[in-house]
Nanobody, 115 residues
Framework: QVQLVEFGGGLVQAGGSLRLSCAAP????????MGWYRQAPGNQREAVAD???????NYADSVKGRFTISRDNTKNTVYLQMNSLKPEDSAVYYC?????????WGQGTQVTVSS
């Protein structure tokens, strides 16, 4: 079992910024890709960004140029820096890892962007 712990959600005005953090208390964290997902009410969970063990990144088209995913392997933590936030970014954000063949999710952190 992996218990991912997320921090950093909250309420922000449109155009503002938030940084989400996700800690993964596992050995050899640096070897595992990590991802951020989000789910808004009535919508399916969607991928937002991911980062490989080598630091390569991918982003959903809707967040490209505004969000940045990064990782600190010394802290077993992955981050999502979110800038120029829009009301449509409002959702519960989850970090995720595939570890030993199983996908694990954090508990989610709410991000609300007011217009």
């Amino acid at each position: 079992q992996v218990q991912l712990v997320e921090f950093g959600g909250g309420l922000v005005q449109a155009g503002g910024s938030l940084r989400l953090s996700c800690a993964a208390p596992i050995s050899f964290f640096s070897l595992y890709p990590m991802g951020w997902y989000r789910q808004a009410p009535g919508n399916q969970r969607e991928a937002v960004a991911d980062i490989t063990k080598d630091g390569s990144t991918n982003y959903a088209d809707s967040v490209k140029g505004r969000f940045t995913i990064s990782r600190d392997n010394t802290k077993n933590t992955v981050y999502l820096q979110m800038n120029s936030l829009k009301p449509e970014d409002s959702a519960v954000y989850y970090c995720s890892i595939v570890w030993r063949g199983s996908r694990y999710w954090g508990q989610g952190t709410q991000v609300t962007v007011s217009s």
